[in-house]
């Protein structure tokens, strides 16, 4: 019998694979996403996708917001079936929703896709977001989209992924032509070409071919674009990297596919070729060593939780990617930090903006768990023991207001509302030494809205926020800290936990603290 599961478990996991897509705002990542949940007949959601990105203004109002996005505000989960595998992609809110939620759902992907505008390149928010895949040691995958509009040369945006972030690429496929002259593109790794004809190019065939050489290339594409297909791919022979899949793995390597998401161009080699190459369901760190995911017993953690769903209840939802185990509906769990078990009977997974019940689920998989307020942030769940996953990493804050309750009154409603808030994780909470002022520190915007806004409608209190003029925020470790010292465009606060730290307006003022204060350690999140 227990063999039977091994069996089922290990065909599960081998065919899940759980992505994040990671682009600066307007890159094309709901087109992808769409296109994408297309092939995979997901008609539906994609719908939903499309119905999302026609409110990308939505007003300050957070519940508005929510009810017109459906699924966008913080990241979720989608889910298709492409030829045998199960693929979740897991979306990363930009724009102003970028928040902490953003980088946390990159610890719930197993490799990324990021996606580059051909000819804006690598953008700030591209940057960012792959920093923290970068650290995670996470394969990704380069899409460089747009390729029907004029752009910049392939090499060029290839130095720049090198100069840039510090990552080398492998092409796997090449342009043949760009914007109006685009007629396909060479696929290097299976030496077959993948051609767009038509005025709109909507035709897509794909043609086997000997290599590059290959008269039929010339035949279709002309004779300049073939010699220049030509020089190029003999370059990057010669002077490029190999493919390399044990460096892909590591994420020292990216592999690069040209195409462009709303004429579903290059998509679907695009999509096969990942499909090959991306990880399965990894396994995770805890206390007793790797999780496997073909581990018998059910277990994961919760990432991110999301509040008020529904305006008419104050409910939650904790996402939880599952890290080994089958997930069955009713089952019974330990929820490890308050010692308890506890039984999943309303799992919920976000497809459109329906609510559905999910029956079984496996690792790689993410579920929506009703929460009645007993999830945190990094909570670990496990069937029969007592596991307990790496700690989630905090970010950094990057933009800073000062809060106070128009009410003094109301200050314990106020106080209340701080500590519930900032313990899901999407807010941090300093207090300065001088003056025990409030700071509140975000990764993004929207988090501001979306605290004044609970902070009225579920603690009754009126909040202002004044805006601070700090960029950075850093926690100091030092035998002897001399307040003094930070006086110069930064201000000393302390965490909830009464560690120093110091927000600095800009990098100049950082550099000068860091100067003056050799021995002292000056990082990025809480010790
Ligand atoms: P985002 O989620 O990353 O912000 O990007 P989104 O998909 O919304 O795409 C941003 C814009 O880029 C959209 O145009 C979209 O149609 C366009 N786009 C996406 N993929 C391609 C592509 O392969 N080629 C070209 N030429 N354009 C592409 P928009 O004008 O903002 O919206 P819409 O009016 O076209 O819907």
Redo the contacts with the bound molecule.
Sequence with gaps: MSKMIDKELQQEVDKRRTFAII?H???????LTEKLLLFGGAIRLAGTVKAR?ASKHATSDWMEIEKQRGISVTSSVMQFDYNGHRINILDTP?HQDFSEDTYRTLTAADAAVMLIDVAKGVEAQTIKLFKVCAQRGIPIFTFI??L??EGRSPFDLMEELEQVLGIRSVPMNWPIGMGRELCGVYDRMKNQVELFQGDDHSTIEVRKVEDYRDPLIKEMAGDFLYEQLGQDVELLDVAGDPFDYEKVLKGELTPIFFG????NFGLQTFLENFLELAPKPEPRRSTEGMIEPTNEKFSGYVFKIQANMNPAHRDRIAFLRIVSGKFERGMSVKHVRVGKDIKLAQPQQFLAQDRDIVQTAYPGDIIGLFDPGIFRIGDSLSEGSSIVFDELPTFSPEIFAKVTAKNALKYKQYQKGIDQLTEEGTIQVFNTVSFDDTILGVVGQLQFEVFEYRMRNEYGVEVQLQRMPFQFARWIVAENLDPSKFRINSTLVKDKKGNYVVLFENEYAMRTAMEKNPDAQFLQTAP
């Design positions: 682009s705002p307007d890159a094309g990542k709901t087109t990105k930009g989209n747009k029907d509009r462009s998401a709303i004429n």
